[in-house]
C-alpha cells in the first residue's frame, strides 16, 4: 500500500509545465483548420491568448460549452489543446454517481485508487493541459455522494489551487489547468456548479454551414478512410444539400457523416469490382446510394387561408416554421387540442382562447356564440412533441381568423406569448 501511495505521489507533475503558444495567428489558423464557425468559443480562447502574453499570472479559465449533440463540443476541445500546444486529457462524467471519481478512496480500503482528477494529471504529465471533462450534465447522485458538489472545488479557480485528493492527501495546484466541460443542457447542472463555469452557447449548424463542413472536413476525411481519390468519387453540391434536408434532421453533423459513409462504402464495393473512372453522386442517383428519403420537405403555402397561422419554433434540431389551425363547429363550448402538445402549450391556447372571448364585441359575434360552438385547435405532425409558451400570439391569431372568418396572411410568420 505504501508503496502504490509514494509511487502515485512520485508521479505527479509537480509544477512541471509546457509553454503556451502565444502566437495568436497561429492559434487562429489551427483553430479554422479544425473547425468551420463555433466562433464564440475561437475568440475566447484567442482572448485567453491575448492576456495570457500581456499578464504571466493570468488563472486558466474553466469553460462549459452547452450545445447539442454532433456540433462538435469534444473535438473543439482537442483543437483548442493543440492551439495552445497543451497536453490534452479527457474524462466523461456520464453515469458517474460516487463522490470518490472524483476525489478517489481513502487509503484505508483495499484497492484505493486516486480520483479521475489526480488520474488525469499523471497521465498529461504536465501541470497545466487543457482537461475535458464531457457530459457534465449527465451526472447523478446517490448514497455514496454527489460528484458535482466534489467538482465545486475543482472548478472553482479561487480553491483549485489547493485541491486535495483523498488518496494522495496532499494538496495539488489545479490553477494552471485549462478546465473545459461539456453538456447538452444546462438545466441538469446544479446552479453552484453553473456559477463556477463561464457558460458558452453553441446552437446548431445551418444548411450553408453543414455544406462547407462538409466539403472541408467531412469528404476528406470519409475518402480517407474508405480508400477513396477525388478521381474516383464526387458529390455534387446539391446532392449533399438533398442529404441534409431529406436524410438527416439534426443540429451537427454526426447523422450526415454516416449517411455519406454509406454512400462511400457502396462506391468502394463498385472499385473492388471493376468499376474504373470517376462516379458522380447527384440528385437524379442519389437514392441508389441512400435509399428512399426518410423526411419531407413541405412546400409552404403563401395563399390567405381561414383559420391557419404561420409560426416559428425552436427544435433541438433548429429552427422550424410549423402551421397552426383552428376550426369552429357547433357544439357546447367545448376546447379541444390535438397534436402531441405539452402543458405549457395548452396553457398557451386557453390563454389565446380568453384573450379572443374577451373581446368578442370586437369580433361581432353574439355573447352565446363561444357556448353554442366548439373550438378545434390542431398543429399538424401529432408524433411530434410540441411545447412552450412561445405558440401563444399564433394560436391567438388562428383562432381569431376562424372565429371572424377573416384569412390570415401565409407569408408572415409570427412567434410570441400572449398575455390576457
Known sequence: VLRNYLEWTLSLPWGKESQDRLDLKKAA????????????????????????????TLKSPIICLIGPPGVGKTSLAKS???????????????????????????????????????????????????????????????????PSAALLEVLDPEQNSTFSDHYIELPFDLSNVLFITTANAQYPIPQPLQD???IIY?????????????RRHVLPKLLREHGLTREQLKFSPQA??????????????????????RACRKVAREVVEGHEGL??????NLHQYLGVPRYKRHNQEMEPAMGIATGMAWTQFGGEVLHVEATVMPGSGRLTLTGKLGDVMKESAQTALSFVRSRSVSLGVSDDFFQKHDIHV?????????????????????????????KLRRNI????????
Open 279 to 284: 462516379i458522380r453522386i447527384t440528385v437524379q
Open 202 to 214: 453553441l446552437s446548431g449548424y445551418t444548411e450553408e454551414e453543414k455544406l462547407e463542413i462538409v
Open 413 to 420: 410568420a409570427m412567434t410570441g406569448e400572449i398575455t390576457l
Open 196 to 198: 463556477r463555469m463561464e
Open 378 to 406: 390542431h398543429v399538424p405532425e401529432g408524433a411530434i412533441p410540441k411545447d412552450g409558451p412561445s405558440a401563444g400570439v399564433t394560436i391567438a391569431s388562428a383562432l381569431f381568423s376562424a372565429i371572424s372568418g377573416k
Open 80 to 146: 483548442v489543446a493543440r492551439s495552445l500546444q497543451r497536453e490534452f486529457v479527457r474524462i466523461s462524467l456520464g453515469g458517474v454517481r460516487d463522490e470518490a471519481e472524483i476525489r478517489g478512496h481513502r487509503r484505508t480500503y483495499i484497492g484505493a485508487m486516486p480520483g479521475r482528477i489526480i488520474q488525469g494529471m499523471r497521465q498529461a504529465g504536465t501541470a497545466n493541459p487543457v482537461f475535458l471533462m464531457d457530459e457534465v450534465d449527465k451526472m447523478s447522485t446517490d448514497f455514496r455522494g454527489d
Open 240 to 261: 449533399v444539400t438533398n442529404v441534409i434536408r431529406f436524410y438527416t434532421r439534426e443540429a451537427g453533423v454526426r447523422d450526415l457523416e454516416r449517411n455519406l459513409a
Open 29 to 56: 489558423n489551427i483553430l479554422d483548420q479544425d473547425h468551420y464557425a463555433l466562433d464564440k468559443v475561437k475568440e475566447r480562447i484567442l482572448e485567453f491568448l491575448a492576456v495570457r502574453k500581456l499578464a504571466k
